[in-house]
């Protein structure tokens, strides 16, 4: 038997990062750490913030369909040495 549960994260607004930020220096740099699971920062991989970025997404369907944008933070692998599987 599996367990459920209803994850509603709160996503962060504009104002809300803007405020977190609003002490830092303008050359901090920015990790973020991905959960291993719906809300589990026990244990987290680590990226480094690299854009930010408008991106489309379709909303509905064939009776009311449309594009919304969303605002998305980019992430990547932190900088270091990494192994490379070669083909």
Known sequence: MTD???H???VWTAG???QALA???DDTPIHIAVADG???FEG???YALVD???VEKEFGDEAASGTEVE???FADYKAGQYHVDLV
């Open 44 to 46: 987290y991989s680590e």
């Open 38 to 40: 719906p809300g589990d």
């Open 4 to 6: 459920t549960f209803d």
């Open 52 to 54: 930010l970025e408008p």
């Open 23 to 25: 002490d830092l220096s």
């Open 16 to 18: 809300r990062l803007r």
């Open 8 to 10: 509603a994260p709160q």
């Open 71 to 73: 605002y998305t933070l």
